[in-house]
């Protein structure tokens, strides 16, 4: 060849390749094929109405025969297909009779745009066979399309009514997509709120399988007024059942949908999933995108004409436009929260109770839905388990925590003495706590920490002081070893012998100890190195009570021993009351203690332990 001719070929599709790709990479199930057929059938009723208005569109499912001799048809009395229509939009991958200007972006009447979607009947059958008649004219003709790529088209003697029927003969290990109960059930799940209506045939019986058209879906602001009707359409079409619904609405409008709070808590890192109707045909029963992450308290049912779908039609593409509408959904959803607690707050009351985890997650965000809701709002206090709204009626002084650890140090003792101490040691809590001081600035609302305790704390006399001098500093010496220091105090409740404070650096340093025990040579040795670096901080404190019973007989009695080793265990016990993981030397104390007590107990009745 010479070195300058210039040959030109033509890219050749393996369509059995690309058949391979959509029903292994781009569709989630093979039962797909049906919601493609139908959306066609749609698609040509749509273009049949825009050139007669008034046309009556409707489709007929029907089941021939049973098992692997089983052919599906599917028919509408839409525009049907020219020959010339054939080759170019039929028979062309990639081409379809349904963009605006060829594009594929931009918005058109129609559900179908990327001419891809027929090849998902070859998932199922080896053959798409498709009788048509165009409305613009011309034969009855019919198409042969096989996954090798050929095709057949042949005039009918028959003059057909004008629309397309297509019939797919089911494939060698495809029954289950022939079987009736499940032809009804999937043809239900993607068509059943379509405007036409849609027959379904088999075994002898003819059914409608769309849902009534509620008005309420056309005027959502009917929704609140057909309370029973909204809950039973959720439940039919999400398949669980609801607890309340919130109708949503996009400013354009075009996107509408109803939100439903689930009867149950729903965990965080849950996955969203949302049903989403596009022209009311369903295209994702788990779309993800569509509300924002906070909203996890409820499963939306939502219809829009105005977002563009993907190529595989199971989820939204990820546009401006879906952006827009996600956060005009969302705020729909926080102005209806809003109503609602001017309107019915037993309602909203009991909806954030359920629901308090993702409710406190949008109150962080949004100060004022946190100023709106914050009275409802559960948190652990002092008090017990109570609303935000309760504790601020009742106290113009409150005390919160920002972790658990502290909340646990302190609340055996703010407990006792009535003060009112918030936990916020749970997630969001700490967060939106800190903003109450905004919103009432003439109440007392402080961070605690539980070196602030003290102040309730009172100090010995100057006698007792030297009393029980020499045996605090003893007990202090004891745990020494634990960088731990002892004080004597007297507090309230009386049955709390002692009480122990952990700042931030002995906690660091129990985590670090904790690791070294568990790690190898090497690594501990950096470890035991790093711990020493905190050699000089401050030290953990363990308070004991005088004015407990057993604290101030073992203070009493005078005997150094029994002091020691009451501190040592006292200690550990309140290691234990905190909830924090012994280390080994601990532990050694807390078994040598245990043992030892046993022996001054059996010591106390005699030798032998008897009674005496
Ligand atoms: N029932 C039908 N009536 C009339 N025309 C049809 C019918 N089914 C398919 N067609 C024609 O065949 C073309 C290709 O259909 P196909 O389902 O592959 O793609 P599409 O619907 O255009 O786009 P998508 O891939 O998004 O579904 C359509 O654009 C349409 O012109």
Known sequence: MNRHAQEDFRFQVDLSGMIHILSNHLYSSSKVFLRELLQNAVDAITAMREREA???????????GTGSGATLAMEDNGIGLTEEDIHEFL???????????????????????????????????????????????????EWRGKPDGTYSIRKLESELSCGTKV?????????LYFDPANVEAWLSDYGSLLPYP?????????????????????N?????????????????????????????????????????????????????????????????????????????????????????????????????????????????????????????????KGIIQLHALSMKALAVEDEAFFRMIHRWLPFESSYGRRDLGELLDENDELYYTITLDEYRQIMHVASAQSLPVINGGYVYDAGLLAGLPYLYPHKKIERLLPEDVSFSFIDLTAEER????????????????????????????????????????????????????????????????????????????????????VVARVFGSGNRAILVAAVEMLYVNALMMGHYPLNRKEMKVLNEGILRFIDLGLSAYGKGGETP
């Open 220 to 348: 959502l602001a009917l929704a609140r007024g057909s309370r029973e009707e909204v809950l039973k359409f959720g439940e039919q079409l999400l398949g669980e059942s609801v607890r309340d619904f919130i109708p949503l609405t996009s400013s354009s409008g075009r996107t509408c949908g109803i939100a439903y709070i689930l009867p149950y808590a729903v965990n965080l890192s849950a996955k969203r999933s949302h049903r989403v109707y596009l022209k009311y045909m369903l295209v994702s029963e788990s779309a993800e995108n569509i509300v924002p992450d906070w909203a996890f308290f409820v499963k939306c049912i939502i219809w829009t004409d105005e977002l563009q779908p993907t190529a595989s039609r199971e989820h939204f593409y990820e546009n401006e436009k879906l952006e827009t509408v996600r956060s005009e959904l969302g705020e729909s959803l926080r102005r209806e929260l809003m109503t609602l607690a001017d309107l019915d707050p037993e309602r909203l």
């Open 466 to 549: 030297r009393q029980y001098y020499e045996l605090t500093r003893d007990g202090d010496a004891a745990l020494q070893r634990f960088r731990c220091r002892v004080q004597l105090k007297r507090f309230k409740p009386s049955t709390l012998p002692s009480l122990f404070t952990l700042s931030k650096e002995s906690s660091d340093l129990r985590n670090l100890v904790a690791a070294e025990e568990v790690s190898t040579t090497e690594l501990s040795s950096i470890l035991g190195s790093l711990s020493s670096a905190y050699e000089d901080q401050l030290y953990s404190t363990l308070y004991l009570n005088l004015d407990n019973e």
């Open 91 to 141: 028979a062309m991958i990639g081409q379809s009779s349904k963009r605006k200007d060829g594009k594929l972006v931009g918005e058109t009447s129609f559900i179908g745009r990327f001419g891809i979607g027929l090849l998902s009947c070859f998932m199922v059958s080896e053959e798409i066979v498709l009788l048509t008649r165009s409305a613009k004219g011309g034969p009855s003709l």
């Open 198 to 218: 849609i027959l379904f045939e088999a075994e002898g019986s003819c059914k409608t399988i769309n849902m009534p058209h509620p008005d309420w879906m056309n």
């Open 54 to 64: 008034s046309h009556q569109g409707r489709v007929r499912v029907e089941i021939i």
């Open 167 to 175: 019939y797919l003969r089911c494939k060698p290990g495809s029954e």
